[in-house]
């Protein structure tokens, strides 16, 4: 029980961070250095958010477990049990959603005028296709890190660091390339529009069916064939 409630509150604590580190990192970049509209603000701002990633890696890991992002630990919790994805589906996400609305709160109240999160510039379909492809694509690189390839904690959390990066940038003039619920979820009950079809469909429903399909294609694949059972029965 003590576990879980540590868990718990690694959530909250770790999502409330999230939305607030990305947001220092772009003032840091065009604010505090008055970087706009330049290469090099942009490599700066990848690299740092490169670093950021490897940071929320390592609280991750120190949590044993703490995440920041819905389809992170349902990915995870498919492959439980039913306990286990109950616990997900009714404690760790809404507070994980929970945290992020915080943030998003203070940091509206701290700095005016910051903006006002990402934004769907496509129709509907094409939004949720995209963000079911960026999230079904790193759901099976996040899968085959801990499953398939054998590594340290730093050249995985590159590898993961670098797709996500990669991903979120192709998603970015979309949909925002957000790949994280509950991150979306602050911003938009911020404005006002979190119950809207809109965001429903491309920010919840879409990566949650792509995450399931994932994790689902994954552990099919990562099967024994017939001539492995052969030979453990042997």
């Known amino acids: 029980m003590a576990g ?39 490599l700066l701002r990848y690299t ?3 670093v950021n990633m490897f940071l929320f890696a390592y609280l991750v890991k120190v949590t044993n477990g703490g995440a920041y992002n ?8 498919v492959s439980g049990s039913f306990t286990n994805f109950f616990f997900t589906l009714a404690a ?27 934004k769907l510039t496509v129709s509907l379909h094409q939004g949720a296709l995209t963000e079911g492809l960026l999230t079904f ?6 899968h085959g890190l801990s499953a398939k390839i054998p590594g340290s904690f730093i050249t995985k959390t590159w590898i993961s660091s670098v797709s996500k990066l990669a991903l979120h940038i192709l998603g970015s003039d979309l949909t925002g390339g957000c790949m ?4 979306v979820m602050g911003w938009a009950y911020a404005r006002g529009d979190h119950i809207t079809k809109e965001h429903l469909l491309v920010y919840w ?10 994790a689902w294609i994954f552990s099919y694949l990562k099967r024994p064939s017939k001539q492995e059972k052969e030979k453990k029965t042997n």
């Open 70 to 77: 819905p389809l992170t630990v349902l990915g995870s919790a």
């Open 48 to 50: 740092l958010s490169i």
């Open 92 to 118: 760790r996400i809404p507070l994980q959603v929970f945290g992020s609305i915080m943030g998003v709160r203070l940091i509206l109240d701290t700095f005016r005028g910051i903006g006002r999160g990402p």
């Open 4 to 42: 879980r409630v540590k868990l718990l509150v690694s959530d909250v604590i770790m999502s409330f961070m999230w939305v607030w580190s990305s947001v220092l990192i772009k003032m840091f970049v065009h604010k505090y250095l008055g970087l706009n509209g330049t290469h090099e603000a942009e």
């Open 180 to 183: 994280n619920p509950a991150s």
């Open 137 to 142: 694509t790193i759901v099976m690189i996040s």
């Open 205 to 214: 429903l879409a990566p949650m069916e792509a995450t399931l399909l994932a």
